[in-house]
């Protein structure tokens, strides 16, 4: 019979440090292929697509970012057209925030370059393994601002 397992070692700066590793890939593909997205754009577009229309208060809660910073967000994003923001015609002083066709296009042609990336950093694993990581980290995301 196996000894119980001690507690894991810190997942945190792992965590930290793989991020770092990730992003870094993922900025050098964006700086060198114009049709790949910044990962923080991947995340919005893809929420977007998820959602649908949102208010960008909608938008600031459900990314876990302060609405200033958001607001940032989406001018990068409405410059680039990969989304449209409009006054609601129920309260002229909210927008209201959809992806844009121009948008949804860009978001599937960086899905597949970030998934060439993710072949590479996460080689050592299987796709089910993959699989298991991308519902957990999904799962702690869902749960970490309760």
């Known amino acids: 019979m196996d000894a119980p397992r001690a507690d894991p070692p810190e997942l945190v700066p792992l965590l930290a440090h793989l991020a770092r590793l990730s992003r870094q890939a993922a900025e050098t593909a964006a700086e060198h292929d114009s049709a790949v997205l910044r990962p923080r754009h991947v995340i919005a577009l893809d929420l977007l697509s998820r959602l649908g229309p949102v208010t ?14 958001v607001v940032g967000l989406l001018n990068e994003l409405e410059r680039e057209g990969l989304l449209v923001r409009e006054r609601d015609p129920a309260d002229r002083r909210r927008h209201i925030v959809r992806l ?9 042609s960086s899905s597949a370059r970030y998934q060439e990336l993710e072949n590479h950093v996460f080689r050592a694993l299987t796709h089910e393994e993959r699989w298991t990581i991308h519902d957990l980290l999904r799962r702690v ?6």
């Open 141 to 146: 995301a869902s749960t970490s601002a309760e």
């Open 56 to 69: 960008q208060t909608e938008m600031a809660t459900a990314l876990r970012l302060d609405p200033s910073n």
């Open 100 to 108: 844009s066709d121009h948008g949804a296009v860009a978001l599937t």
